[in-house]
């Protein structure tokens, strides 16, 4: 990641949390920009070329505003971005904004993959139990790999805990061939 993405995510991160202003709010705000920015390949041309001068697209800026409605606070960071010629690092600077929120909120980013779909109970008491383990909140990704057989890999961060009968298997195998 560039140095300069992660000063703009806590420069805002700092605007949001020292204005109070509603993070979910923020963050639909800024998925509906991101949305528009995805969805628009001219867009995107426009805001790369050179020969437009930042106070146009900044204007452009503006007039996508009037449809999607953003707090000023929400605007003028793209505003930022589009006059330092960063708006094509629109995506990573919101990215690192998301995981310092995350992170000054106490929850921890894991991803939990299972051998089959769980219910939304078991889902919940996985949770709770990876938060537990954890000792924090904890915002999932769920995902399904029948290879592991059963059982569940949890990853935070660069921690791995392995759960799977799979790993179980291999662990035991690992004991056998060295006893």
Known sequence: MAAFVSRYAQAFL???IGSKLDAA?????????LATWDGSAELRELFANPAVAAGQKVAILDKLNAKLGMQREVRNLLAVLINNDRI???????AAYRALLQ???GIQQ???????ELSAEERAALLDG???LAGAKIDATFKLDKSILGGT??????????GSVRG????LKEILVAG
Do not use: P
């Open 88 to 94: 094509g690092m629109v995506h990573e600077v919101v």
């Open 25 to 33: 709010a923020i963050e639909r705000q800024l998925q509906d920009f």
């Open 153 to 162: 890999v949890v990853r935070i961060g660069s921690t791995v805990y392995d």
């Open 110 to 116: 894991a991803e939990i993959v299972t051998a089959r």
């Open 103 to 105: 992170e000054r909120l």
């Open 130 to 132: 990876v938060g537990k």
């Open 14 to 16: 700092d605007v949001v």
């Open 168 to 171: 179980r298997l291999e662990r």
